[in-house]
C-alpha cells in the first residue's frame, strides 16, 4: 500500500474526530516520519 494511501486514510480518521488544526498536524507528523523512515528528507541528521 502506498504511503500517500496510509497517510490519507489516517488524516480521514482524524478528521472524523476533530475539526481544527488536528488533521493538519496528524498530515504533517505521518508525512515527516514516513519520509524519516524511508531516508528522504534533509539529510540523515535532520531534525
Known sequence: VPVAVIVSE???????????????LTNAVL?????RVRGEG?????S
Open 10 to 24: 489516517y488524516v480521514d480518521i482524524a478528521k472524523a474526530f476533530y475539526e481544527e488544526d488536528e488533521p493538519k
Open 31 to 35: 508525512d515527516r516520519v514516513s519520509r
Open 42 to 46: 534533509r539529510g540523515k541528521d535532520a
